[in-house]
């Protein structure tokens, strides 16, 4: 039924956002850029943002959007968790968001993933795309830049990782999208969630390895020209 | 903090309309599902994918799912409002339960609740993005029906949507007949999600055959459909015609 070709998606959803499963916890992993236009107001963003102890959400899409999204689901978990006396599953949580995002579909332009660890289900990874669709997988990816992922991520993922296998492929992953995407940018941050708790970690934008055609940072042309051979500079 | 124009539709004829919802498109969808009438009760089959835009982006989406004792509904379209169905039809068959009767909604119901649904959301231009299919068995008696987006309802011996009305049907008609047994009805819808797989682009090569019949619904395993690509005219197309394209 093609009532509508107004059908171009993907939107252009400036971010990379990732999370995948791994043998008991998950790894959720984003770039930190937030533009504006052409222009990138924050070069530095933490687009990995908590909802309760065990459960995280990476954002994307609309900055407004997600934000208040995900500012209503942690006021619901709180409640929630108080009433219920233990923390909240991360099922609960992904189903929160996504009553957000159905409902207000028309209005909100926001791909989240929710990813966390309870002691029923273990490590979780929940999709929720433009839509409201939710959708558990063992990895999800998002975000504009995650269009140059899918290839990557079919070839590269596999089950059972460990939690360094895993927060390399996350690293690895959002660092290949920042290379080509012109949306993703600045450092990949990383959250890692499991029973035994939660580790941020942080590799900033120079720490990041090279790809195709990208060169080793210097300080200064003056440096290459003092290191190597007198070489005259030859254009 | 991306530049974000508001989604609501702009027309000066709307007037006061303006403030109420419309669904406008769909984002993540699935494709065509097809279902026959056998011998012993209902075939359905669907692929698991769920596309965004020319994208396939989700490979393990079940399209097919039970209802109550009797019934099995199969859906295309965008995936969350199949979703929030499946939650309509969830709570319907919890109150019907609660009953306590004996007695159970049976397809011809869950049908007519569909139909209901479908069409009252198209009336108020905010449909559910779907193309339904519901079967079932009850009391012996076999039903196939379909509702789409627009409340267009019907029951039929053998349905289709999406893709599978154009490319599906015309097998069906040819070579549906009644009282087909089981492996004849899996052959035929495999039959069917084979030309789809060839000639739909959102199609995706992992499926599930659902089956139910008076004792209940089962639903295979996902499983991979084997292609033919072995044409001595596929080997070299132009050799037939030299200088063509």
């Not at chain 1, 999709?127 to 070839?155: M, N, V, W």
């Not at chain 1, 927060?167 to 012109?182: F, H, M, N, P, T």
Request: hydrophobic share 35%; charged share 20%.
């Amino acid at each position: 039924m093609d009532l509508n070709m107004n059908l171009n998606a993907p939107h252009s959803m400036g971010t990379t956002i990732i999370g995948v499963t791994y043998n008991g916890g998950v790894v959720l992993g984003a770039d930190s850029r937030t533009s504006t236009g052409m222009y990138v107001a924050n070069r530095a963003s933490d687009k990995i943002t908590q909802l309760t102890e065990n459960v995280y959400v990476c954002r994307s899409g609309s900055a407004a959007d997600s934000q208040i999204v995900s500012d209503y689901v942690r006021y619901f978990l709180h409640q929630h968790t108080i009433q219920l006396g233990q923390p909240a599953t991360v099922k609960v949580a992904a189903n929160l968001i996504r009553l957000l995002s159905y409902n207000n579909k028309n209005m909100l332009e926001t791909g989240l993933i929710v990813g966390g660890w309870d002691k029923y289900e273990g490590g979780k990874i929940y999709g929720i795309p433009l839509g409201g669709t939710l959708i558990e997988q063992p990895f999800a990816i998002g975000g504009s830049g995650s269009s140059y992922l899918y290839g990557f991520f079919d070839q590269a993922w596999k089950e059972g990782m460990t939690k360094d296998e895993a927060e390399q492929l996350v690293v690895k992953a959002v660092s290949l999208a920042i290379a080509r995407d012109g949306a993703s940018g600045g450092v990949v941050r990383t959250v890692i969630i499991n029973s035994e708790g939660v580790t941020r970690n942080f590799y900033p934008g120079d720490k990041l390895p090279l790809w195709h055609e990208e060169l080793e940072p210097q300080n200064s042309l003056l440096d290459i020209l003092n290191s190597s051979s007198p070489e005259p500079m030859n254009i | 903090m991306n530049f974000m124009d508001s989604k609501q539709p702009e027309s000066g004829l709307l007037g006061p309309e303006s403030d109420s919802q419309r669904t406008l498109y769909p984002y993540v969808t699935g494709t065509s599902v097809v279902a026959l009438k056998y011998k012993d009760g209902i075939l359905m089959a669907a692929d698991m994918g769920g596309s965004y835009g020319s994208t396939l982006r989700y490979k393990s989406v079940e399209r097919m799912k039970p209802i109550g004792k009797h019934s099995l509904l199969g859906a295309s379209g965008e995936i969350s409002d199949f979703q929030e169905i499946l939650r309509f039809l969830d709570e319907l068959i919890l109150y019907d339960n609660m009953w306590d009767d004996g007695n159970s909604l049976g397809p011809k119901e869950v049908h007519n609740y569909l139909t209901r649904v479908m069409y009252n959301r198209r009336n108020k231009f905010n449909p559910l993005w779907n193309s339904l299919v519901l079967g079932g068995v009850k009391n012996g008696q076999k039903y196939l029906g379909t509702v789409s987006m627009i409340g267009v309802n019907f029951e039929d011996n053998h349905v289709a949507t999406g893709f599978g009305n154009h490319l599906a049907r015309p097998i069906l008609r040819q070579e549906w007949h009644e009282n087909l047994s089981f492996e004849d009805g899996v052959k035929l819808l495999e039959k069917c999600m084979r030309v789809l797989l060839y000639r739909d682009r959102s199609a995706v090569n992992k499926l599930q055959i659902a089956k139910i019949t008076e004792e209940g619904m089962t639903i295979s395993q996902p499983y991979s459909l084997k292609t033919h690509w072995e044409l001595s005219a596929f080997q070299n197309p132009t050799q037939g015609a030299v200088g063509s394209w």
